[in-house]
């Protein structure tokens, strides 16, 4: 049964990079597959990140593109998330989550991992 | 980028049905899905595509559509339904989450 595992600091400096590793167990990043992280806020909303393919493509929500970036690593059956510049507003949750889609207008996530609280705290 | 709105809330009492809708602009071109999320936990899938039923998701949660609104379907609902409910969609730039919904079973 393939599982999600997000890791990474859990306390970043406003200003500084959070990074974050979802470790994929069970099963491969596999071509079938987009991979995505999603964060929830304190007060409960979610917001999709952005997402990669195995090969490498991306795409990324356009409200955070000019600070994130998301990269794979296929031996390690990994994918990665960066987001720069963070702020008191970038606290939330962080989930990495895999994608089924039929096309790129039907995608839904299948799989999450349990999360991972970052705070922006100097 | 569009907007996906729900109810922030909806009481029933166990063993009647719960309706959560979720409405926006692109639906009727766009599929939706819907998530349960518990505290403290990730959210769950428990429809795709309008109407489909992951494998372990019982058969007392059905989606449908009509128009611009969407909507969850909780049949004969039972404590452990109490959760927080978020649709989604997408379009070929994003993806679109609603503000949520949270069941409370009476």
């Known amino acids: 049964q393939v599982q999600l595992q997000e890791s990474g600091p859990g306390l970043v400096k406003p200003a500084g990079t959070l990074s974050l590793t979802c470790s994929v167990s069970?099963?491969?990043?596999?071509?079938?597959?987009?991979w995505s992280w999603v964060r929830q806020f304190p007060g409960k909303g979610l917001e999709w990140i952005g997402e990669?393919?195995?090969?490498?493509?991306?795409k990324y929500n356009p409200s955070l593109e000019s600070r994130v970036t998301i990269s794979v690593d296929r031996a390690k059956n990994q994918f990665s998330l960066i987001l720069r510049s963070v702020n008191a507003a970038d606290r939330a949750i962080y989930f990495c989550?895999?994608?089924?889609?039929?096309?790129?207008?039907?995608?839904?996530?299948?799989?999450w991992g349990h999360g991972t609280l970052v705070t922006v705290t100097s | 980028s569009f907007e996906l709105t729900q109810p922030p809330s909806v009481s029933v009492s166990p063993g009647q049905t719960a309706t959560i809708t979720c409405s926006g602009d692109?639906?009727?071109?766009?599929?939706a899905c819907w998530y349960q999320q518990k505290p403290g936990q990730a959210p769950v899938l428990v429809i795709y595509?309008?109407?489909e039923r992951p494998s372990g998701i019982p058969e007392r949660f059905s989606g449908s559509t009509s128009g611009t609104t969407v909507t969850l379907t909780i049949s004969g609902v039972q404590a452990e339904d109490e959760a927080d409910y978020y649709c989604?969609?997408?379009?070929?730039?994003?993806?679109?989450f609603g503000g949520g919904t949270k069941l409370t079973v009476l």
């Open positions: 989550a895999r994608v089924d889609y039929t096309n790129s207008l039907v995608r839904w996530f299948d799989l």
């Open positions: 069970g099963g491969y990043i596999s071509s079938s597959h987009w």
């Open positions: 990669i393919y195995a090969t490498g493509g991306t």
């Open positions: 692109p639906l009727p071109k766009q599929f």
């Open positions: 595509k309008d109407s």
């Open positions: 989604q969609s997408a379009d070929i730039n994003t993806v679109v």
